[in-house]
């Protein structure tokens, strides 16, 4: 039984690295996929600048994770029968709410919303990951392509 516990705990942790693997929001980084790709560049200037929390939208692998391991550890070791049945279904309903709660706080990260004035009156807002710092007055590009847009200098 501790085998299984710890098999499962082992796909666990891969399955949620494996969940952060979404098209990047940096500025800085591409996909392959957005490699060697045409990208329409506006000029502006920033307006505005504030933090935000990007939080992807959850997997089910915490949840699923969770209710087997908060199972098979509430029914292996908890009385006998219909008795071990019972607190295993509790154990997976209480392992799968904390699993999704874990997931939810790994996976969010810190973002910028950055308020861009382009050079042709229009104002955008575009929300990326916070690894470039913005201030109001920066000259700035806007590339806008390959279903991304980003904020670059």
């Given at each position: 039984?501790?085998?299984?516990?710890?098999?499962?705990?082992?796909?666990?942790?891969?399955?949620?690295?494996?969940?952060?693997?979404?098209?990047?929001?940096?500025?800085?980084?591409?996909?392959?996929?957005?490699?060697?790709?045409?990208?329409?560049?506006?000029?502006?200037?920033?307006?505005?600048?504030?933090?935000?929390?990007?939080?992807?939208?959850?997997?089910?692998?915490?949840?699923?994770?969770?209710?087997?391991?908060?199972?098979?550890?509430?029914?292996?070791?908890?009385?006998?029968?219909?008795?071990?049945?019972?607190?295993?279904?509790?154990?997976?309903?209480?392992?799968?709410?904390?699993?999704n709660a874990v997931e939810q706080r790994v996976t969010q990260r810190q973002g910028l919303e950055i308020v861009v004035r382009l050079d042709s009156g229009q104002l955008i807002s575009v929300v990326q990951d916070s690894d470039q710092q913005f201030v109001p007055g920066d000259r700035v590009r806007v590339l806008?392509?390959?279903?991304?847009?980003?904020?670059?200098?």
């Amino acid at each position: 039984m501790r085998y299984l516990a710890a098999t499962l705990l082992g796909s666990a942790v891969a399955s949620l690295a494996l969940s952060g693997c979404e098209a990047p929001t940096s500025g800085s980084v591409f996909t392959p996929a957005q490699a060697q790709q045409v990208f329409v560049v506006e000029l502006g200037a920033v307006e505005s600048v504030r933090p935000v929390t990007i939080q992807p939208g959850p997997t089910g692998i915490g949840a699923i994770t969770g209710g087997a391991l908060g199972g098979i550890a509430a029914g292996s070791n908890i009385g006998r029968g219909t008795g071990a049945v019972a607190a295993g279904i509790g154990g997976a309903v209480l392992g799968g709410a904390a699993g999704n709660a874990v997931e939810q706080r790994v996976t969010q990260r810190q973002g910028l919303e950055i308020v861009v004035r382009l050079d042709s009156g229009q104002l955008i807002s575009v929300v990326q990951d916070s690894d470039q710092q913005f201030v109001p007055g920066d000259r700035v590009r806007v590339l806008m392509g390959n279903n991304s847009v980003r904020v670059t200098r």
